[in-house]
């Protein structure tokens, strides 16, 4: 028997330095990925920040983010890396990473089983939709907060709740998914902790969520009293028809690969949507999923899954991008691991035709895995290619008027929005200048003087530019 532990040890080592290898060979090439679009704005913000001023952004504020945390993490990399992509991208990883290593130990005290554990942290590890938030700075609330809020759903899971309240209110200042902090320890108390309407069970689970519903409350009631409505990025539409798409939009981001099939869910989503939970029933069938015994696990990751995509759905929709599949993808990565243990543990009474058809099953799995990891390593080559072309412009700028004078105003024209092709099904980026091209020119030029406009007449003494590829010219 120890002999099996150790060959087991010994399996599981190796498997994690593979993976190691993958991501090193996937991730590294992109890290020093340019600076784009929105990351400007928050980095000249960062600039002329003061400490006072970041000790004012924990108080909520009328028609602006709550990010308060997230902006002093901006201003400490700024003064750290100040213009230089890789140190922010860095950042960015390692909030991956620790989130994928929280997933495996979450995974594992579900299941009871490294492996699987495993398993969830490389599904996660290697979610398509990680490309945004690694390459492109301005996403740094989702790479934070993805780590603040599994840290404390673990912890709560672990009995720490006092750590457990005080991940969570990272959370909350971090971004505004961090209000999932609630449903998501009180989702864990239904699964694992109650196991039948037991009164003395409900009240302990009460007396451990209370610390949690006093933090949201509080959350709730001083951003409604001090900031007014909460902000939204676009007006969200609730209307049945607009939910229906919305839902089928989220199914087909979290499970249609490869970009070929994934271009065509604009014009296909329903019949994408139905290929798609068609097969992850074939799947569950395949792999015998009515021999499973313990359904707690694969229960919790799927109301993190169909919770955290609601949240964005009813926030957001019908504004969709592969950012806002981050917070879902762990609940998927989740689901995963436990199925990965529940096959696990009915393989040694699996015969014949039962172990052939399991083996499909997870061989599927395996391809669909290996498929985002392949699909990852290709954005964050677009992201990378934008990036050099945003460094470009701008230092195609400077060449051009190494020193503009006083309160200039360069007008541009046609300034490029996004990479071309975009990665499908539209809003994912690569961005280039869809927004923070003047945050881009003063920072560059270290001037807070100068004037930025788009395509409009800038008055007498203006300087009108346009852009030609990677170069700036002067307009005729």
């Known amino acids: 028997m120890r002999g099996v532990n150790v060959d087991r040890s010994a399996t599981l080592g190796l498997l994690a330095c593979a993976v190691g290898l993958v991501a090193a060979l996937i991730f590294l090439p992109h890290l020093n990925a340019g600076l784009v679009s929105d990351t400007f704005y928050h980095l000249e913000a960062a600039k002329h920040a003061s400490f006072s001023s970041l000790l004012a952004q924990y108080v909520p504020g009328a028609n602006r983010w709550y990010r308060p945390t997230t902006y002093v993490v901006y201003w400490l990399e700024y003064r750290l890396f100040g213009l230089r992509p890789l140190g922010y991208h860095v950042i960015a990883f390692l909030c991956h990473v620790i989130s994928s290593i929280l997933i495996v130990l979450l995974s ?41 809020l599994l840290g404390c759903v673990l912890a709560y899971a672990a009995g ?25 320890v009180g989702l864990y108390e239904l699964t694992f902790r109650i196991r039948m309407v037991d009164r003395h069970a409900i009240r302990a689970s009460a007396w451990r969520l209370a610390p949690f519903v006093v933090l949201s409350g509080a959350y709730m009631a001083a951003r409604r009293l001090m900031a ?5 990025e676009v007006v969200p539409c609730w209307t049945v028809k607009c939910l229906a798409v919305a839902v089928l939009e989220y199914v087909n981001r979290l499970f249609v690969r490869p970009d070929a099939l994934r271009a065509a869910m604009p014009s296909h989503r329903p019949a994408l949507a139905i290929a ?14 009515w021999r499973w015994r313990r359904w707690r696990a694969i229960l919790f990751g799927a109301g993190w899954l169909v919770g955290t995509t609601l949240f964005y759905i009813l926030a957001l929709f019908p504004y969709v991008s592969d950012r806002f599949v981050y917070l879902p993808d762990t609940g998927l990565a989740l689901c995963v691991g436990a199925i990965a243990a529940e096959t696990w543990r009915s393989w040694p009474a699996a015969r014949g035709a039962t172990r ?20 990852l390593s290709a954005r964050g080559a677009s992201w990378d290619g934008a990036g050099t072309r945003d460094q470009e ?22 300034i490029p929005d996004s990479d071309s092709p975009k ?24 001037r807070s003087d100068l004037v930025v406009k788009r395509g409009e007449d800038g008055g007498t003494g203006t300087i009108a530019l346009t852009i030609e590829g990677n170069r700036v010219r002067l307009a005729e």
Not at 129 to 142: G, I, M, N, P, S
Request: net charge positive; no cysteine; proline share 6%.
């Open 276 to 289: 798609s939970l068609t097969a992850v029933s074939v799947l569950l069938v395949l792999l015998g999923s």
């Open 356 to 375: 052939i058809a399991m083996a499909v099953a997870a061989g599927a799995l395996m391809v669909w895995l290996a498929t985002g990891a392949l699909m």
């Open 108 to 148: 594992r005290r579900m299941t009871g089983n490294l492996g699987a554990g495993l398993v969830a942290g490389i599904a996660f590890l290697f979610s398509v939709h990680t490309h945004e938030v690694l390459f492109d700075v301005a996403d740094l609330h989702h790479s934070l907060g993805a780590v603040a």
């Open 160 to 184: 720490n709740r006092a750590v457990s309240v005080l991940l969570a209110v990272g959370s909350v200042t971090s971004y505004e998914a961090g209000i999932l902090s609630l449903p998501l």
């Open 423 to 446: 990665i499908p099904p539209g809003n994912t980026g690569p961005y280039l200048f869809r927004n923070g091209l003047g945050s881009a020119v003063r920072l560059r030029y270290g």
């Open 228 to 232: 007014g409505p909460l902000k939204y």
């Open 393 to 414: 412009i701008i230092e195609s700028l400077v060449a051009l008027i190494p020193s503009p004078p006083p309160s200039a105003t360069f007008v541009f024209r046609a």
